[in-house]
């Protein structure tokens, strides 16, 4: 039953990415403008341009281009890319852990954030407490993660300038890292000056990107913690004479928690999602950052790349969060 | 939803704020050549960076101050209303159109139009909506129908996904059991009975989503691929804003402001309708 739920998964994930490459490698091709005339200088001949087009394949019809491309991404090619002349694959392994760490610092944050109002609201249902937090988390939610990215540039890095607003770190900073992955590495290394320096960095990002999921983890989990609050079992535990926050977070909590972890998953790829600007805005050198530089230049194979790469992403988590429900719900698990 | 919170007649003050805002915002970007206290592109270097009213070395006249060109801040907020207010109305009209019909055929035909159209909901969700965008107006070119239609191309499936559930859930009930009974048609019941039951979602969806395309606009003048770069837009001043945030911070406070006010509204808005017309909440 589990086997056959994640084999379907499976497939209807490679459909999706079939049709994400699809759909990116028609769009780019619409395009008007040639990629080509813009990396060569004015002077350049009839013949240049076309050995330099022969040379990204850009010669052949837009069918034979797409399964060239294909055959390529399948044998873990994707392309070089034409305003950086380097493999694509290469660059984009680069950058993706950079932004991989800052969707899970935001992540965590969000979690941490919203799990906990969540539990104060439900303990201090029907109050002011609550009605604070209800408020609090609205205007979290509405307000989006490029609007928090700018407010928390004025206050922490221009008010208040307890932080950095702009890139990954410090450049005059000695950086003994072999992997992309600073953060996780300066902890291995306990180079906690370093990781100072990175999270100083990377925080106000990171908060302007969990705080709208928070507010989501925060109004769906405390809604679920305030049903399971008059089941039976609840009731019981209270009778035990647990405490108010011990029956939420010892017995309410793992129940409640369910369908928050299905939303929290979709939610996180419109975190990922919101890397893109929320990098670009802080000059962090992330995926999203080098996405956009990539579309400014035309950079078709470049895009291509990230874009699926940020697909594959995309598919992952959903289908990581439906494998997790699939195991954790007791109706599925011996259904 | 608590049903203590929402007022259950008479409109809230969260709704006369935000209407409010909304009215006057729209209004001063229609009549913006009456009301702009400036020429929005005059330049003078003479008047760079003047701060706003209350502090000192301001301008009469300069009432939120100028940018490091010595344009006119207030001038260009209200200018750049009127393409945050066509860019929210044209492009959430235009997404909403797609995707709620759609979104009714999947959910009250099903079969193969559902999973069709399903599957495709899924590739579009697989894309990063802002890098989406960005990739949709450079490849279409930058100005203000490029900008429009992009929100539309990638915004439909948010109408989809809501109407189609709704839809679902209103085929199962007697009414429409009944009108099949009493022998209408299949596309008559879903446009003379289901349709009418959804058209509260798609109303609050429709507000909620005007404040996305506001966002989506100023994001993407914010990377410079909005409308031309002469118009001045919400997003191009953030983006010279956050530029020269040391030496004048309200060429990106105030264009904040106005956003964050703009985008709180439509959801406010959007809530609020959605509790009136649905007769259950009422």
């Given at each position: 039953?589990?086997?056959?739920?994640?084999?379907?998964?499976?497939?209807?994930?490679?459909?999706?990415?079939?049709?994400?490459?699809?759909?990116?490698?028609?769009?780019?091709?619409?395009?008007?403008?040639?990629?080509?005339?813009?990396?060569?200088?004015?002077?350049?001949?009839?013949?240049?341009i076309?050995?330099?087009?022969?040379?990204?394949?850009?010669?052949?019809?837009?069918?034979?281009?797409?399964?060239?491309?294909?055959?390529g991404?399948?044998?873990?090619?994707?392309?070089?890319?034409?305003?950086?002349?380097?493999?694509?694959?290469?660059?984009?392994?680069?950058?993706?852990?950079?932004?991989?760490?800052?969707?899970?610092?935001?992540?965590?944050?969000?979690?941490a954030?919203?799990?906990t109002?969540?539990?104060?609201?439900?303990?201090?249902?029907?109050?002011?407490?609550?009605?604070?937090?209800d408020?609090?988390?609205?205007?979290?939610?509405?307000?989006?993660?490029?609007?928090?990215?700018?407010?928390?540039?004025?206050?922490?890095?221009v008010?208040?300038?307890?932080?950095?607003?702009?890139?990954?770190?410090?450049?005059?900073?000695?950086?003994?890292?072999?992997?992309?992955?600073?953060?996780?590495?300066?902890?291995?290394?306990l180079?906690?000056?370093?990781?100072?320096?990175?999270?100083?960095?990377?925080?106000?990002?990171?908060?302007?990107?969990?705080?709208?999921?928070?507010?989501?983890?925060?109004?769906?989990l405390k809604?679920s913690?305030?049903?399971?609050?008059?089941?039976?079992?609840?009731?019981?535990?209270?009778?035990?004479?647990?405490?108010?926050?011990?029956?939420?977070?010892?017995?309410?909590?793992?129940?409640?928690?369910?369908?928050?972890?299905?939303?929290?998953?979709?939610?996180?790829?419109?975190?990922?999602?919101?890397?893109?600007?929320?990098?670009?805005?802080?000059?962090?050198?992330?995926?999203?950052?080098?996405?956009?530089?990539?579309?400014?230049?035309r950079?078709?194979?470049?895009?291509?790349?990230?874009?699926?790469?940020?697909?594959?992403?995309?598919?992952?988590?959903?289908?990581?969060?439906?494998?997790?429900?699939?195991?954790?719900?007791?109706?599925?698990?011996?259904? | 939803?608590?049903?203590?919170?929402?007022?259950?007649?008479?409109?809230?003050?969260?709704?006369?704020?935000?209407?409010?805002?909304?009215?006057?915002?729209?209004l001063?970007?229609?009549?913006?050549?009456?009301?702009?206290?400036?020429?929005?592109?005059?330049?003078?270097?003479?008047?760079?960076?003047?701060?706003p009213?209350?502090?000192?070395?301001?301008?009469?006249?300069?009432w939120?101050?100028?940018?490091?060109?010595?344009?006119?801040?207030?001038?260009?907020?209200?200018?750049?209303?009127?393409?945050?207010?066509?860019?929210?109305?044209?492009?959430?009209?235009?997404?909403?159109?797609?995707?709620?019909?759609l979104?009714?055929?999947?959910?009250?035909?099903?079969?193969?139009?559902?999973?069709?159209?399903?599957?495709?909901?899924?590739?579009?969700?697989?894309?990063?909506?802002?890098?989406?965008?960005?990739?949709?107006?450079?490849?279409?070119?930058?100005?203000?129908?490029?900008?429009?239609?992009?929100?539309?191309i990638?915004?439909?499936?948010?109408?989809?996904?809501?109407?189609?559930?709704?839809?679902?859930?209103?085929?199962?009930?007697?009414?429409?059991?009944?009108?099949?009974?009493a022998?209408?048609?299949?596309?008559?019941?879903?446009?003379?009975?289901?349709?009418?039951?959804?058209?509260?979602?798609?109303?609050?969806?429709?507000?909620?989503?005007?404040?996305?395309?506001?966002?989506?606009?100023?994001?993407?003048?914010?990377?410079?691929?909005?409308?031309s770069?002469?118009?001045?837009?919400?997003?191009?001043i953030?983006?010279?804003?956050?530029?020269?945030?040391?030496?004048?911070?309200?060429?990106?406070?105030?264009?904040?402001?106005?956003?964050?006010l703009?985008?709180?509204?439509?959801?406010?808005?959007?809530?609020?309708?959605?509790?009136?017309f649905?007769?259950?909440?009422?």
């Amino acid at each position: 039953m589990l086997l056959q739920r994640f084999l379907i998964r499976l497939l209807t994930m490679l459909i999706t990415l079939f049709g994400v490459a699809v759909v990116v490698f028609v769009v780019i091709r619409v395009a008007p403008g040639d990629p080509i005339a813009m990396m060569l200088p004015p002077g350049a001949t009839d013949a240049d341009i076309a050995r330099l087009r022969a040379l990204y394949g850009l010669d052949k019809t837009i069918v034979q281009q797409f399964f060239i491309w294909l055959s390529g991404v399948a044998r873990g090619d994707f392309g070089t890319s034409i305003s950086l002349r380097q493999d694509v694959l290469g660059l984009v392994f680069n950058r993706l852990p950079a932004t991989l760490e800052l969707a899970i610092v935001a992540l965590i944050m969000a979690v941490a954030l919203g799990g906990t109002t969540a539990v104060i609201g439900a303990r201090e249902r029907g109050t002011a407490v609550e009605a604070g937090i209800d408020i609090a988390s609205g205007a979290a939610l509405s307000i989006p993660d490029f609007l928090w990215g700018l407010v928390l540039i004025l206050l922490f890095g221009v008010l208040v300038p307890i932080f950095d607003i702009s890139g990954r770190v410090s450049p005059q900073l000695d950086l003994p890292f072999v992997t992309q992955f600073y953060l996780f590495e300066s902890l291995l290394r306990l180079r906690l000056d370093l990781t100072w320096d990175l999270l100083k960095h990377m925080l106000m990002p990171a908060v302007a990107l969990a705080l709208p999921l928070a507010a989501i983890i925060s109004q769906l989990l405390k809604q679920s913690l305030k049903e399971v609050l008059d089941l039976d079992y609840v009731v019981l535990a209270r009778v035990k004479g647990f405490s108010e926050t011990q029956v939420i977070l010892r017995e309410a909590l793992k129940n409640a928690a369910l369908p928050t972890l299905t939303l929290v998953g979709v939610q996180f790829t419109f975190l990922i999602g919101g890397t893109v600007i929320v990098e670009r805005l802080f000059s962090y050198e992330g995926l999203g950052n080098m996405a956009i530089d990539a579309v400014i230049n035309r950079d078709l194979p470049l895009i291509q790349g990230i874009v699926l790469v940020f697909a594959l992403l995309f598919v992952l988590i959903n289908l990581a969060v439906d494998m997790m429900y699939a195991l954790l719900n007791p109706r599925l698990r011996h259904g | 939803m608590d049903e203590g919170r929402t007022p259950r007649r008479g409109i809230s003050p969260r709704l006369w704020l935000a209407g409010g805002w909304l009215m006057l915002a729209l209004l001063a970007a229609i009549f913006a050549p009456l009301v702009a206290p400036q020429d929005p592109l005059a330049q003078d270097l003479m008047l760079e960076r003047l701060p706003p009213f209350w502090m000192n070395g301001a301008e009469p006249g300069y009432w939120l101050g100028t940018d490091s060109l010595g344009r006119d801040l207030l001038s260009r907020l209200i200018f750049g209303g009127r393409i945050a207010f066509i860019v929210a109305f044209a492009a959430a009209i235009a997404a909403c159109m797609v995707g709620s019909t759609l979104g009714l055929v999947a959910g009250y035909f099903g079969g193969w139009a559902d999973r069709i159209i399903s599957r495709i909901v899924d590739v579009w969700m697989a894309f990063p909506p802002v890098l989406f965008a960005i990739l949709l107006v450079a490849v279409l070119g930058t100005g203000l129908s490029s900008v429009i239609l992009a929100i539309a191309i990638i915004d439909w499936t948010r109408f989809c996904r809501v109407i189609r559930a709704e839809t679902m859930g209103q085929s199962r009930m007697d009414y429409v059991e009944n009108a099949r009974i009493a022998g209408y048609g299949r596309i008559g019941i879903m446009l003379r009975e289901v349709l009418p039951n959804v058209v509260p979602s798609i109303v609050a969806l429709l507000s909620l989503e005007m404040g996305i395309a506001v966002i989506v606009e100023a994001i993407l003048s914010f990377v410079n691929l909005s409308i031309s770069t002469d118009d001045p837009t919400w997003g191009g001043i953030i983006a010279e804003g956050r530029l020269s945030i040391h030496q004048a911070w309200w060429v990106l406070v105030f264009p904040l402001i106005t956003l964050i006010l703009t985008v709180l509204s439509f959801s406010q808005f959007g809530e609020a309708l959605k509790t009136r017309f649905d007769p259950v909440l009422r």
